[in-house]
């Protein structure tokens, strides 16, 4: 499956490489390298909404994974709902103080909320 949806990334054809992410993560919802490669390639087609499902639907699965909290703080981010993007960036570094997506999203939390110096002082912990 893996290999299809790399096929079909390679000819261009994102909608099926789409396609088959989000079957590869229904099937496999531990997979956690085709999420995100879902959410990558939503990012890119500037749709938030399929971002946040795509990590929404293993989160349960993973809620001792900092990474998973990461990925769904940066979809909360991108779908500018900012108390979630903030939870769930804190919920990854309370898990990983270094979990880059959920430092990259509370970073734009802070950032788009006028919140700089705390951002800043937090960021020094």
Request: charged letters at 25%; aromatic letters at 8%.
């Amino acid at each position: 499956m893996n290999a299809a949806v790399l096929r079909a990334w390679i000819v261009g054809d994102m909608p099926t490489a789409i396609r088959l992410c989000g079957d590869v993560s229904d099937r496999f919802p531990r997979d956690l390298a085709m999420v995100k490669l879902l959410q990558y390639f939503e990012f890119n087609r500037g749709n938030p909404p399929a971002m946040l499902r795509a990590v929404l639907k293993v989160l349960d699965l993973h809620m001792d994974v900092a990474y998973v909290h990461g990925m769904a703080a940066f979809a909360y981010e991108q779908c500018h709902l900012l108390n979630e993007a903030e939870q769930e960036a804190r919920t990854a570094l309370a898990l990983k103080r270094k979990e880059p997506w959920a430092q990259h999203a509370l970073a734009h939390v802070m950032l788009t909320r006028g919140r700089i110096d705390e951002g800043r002082a937090s960021s020094r912990g």
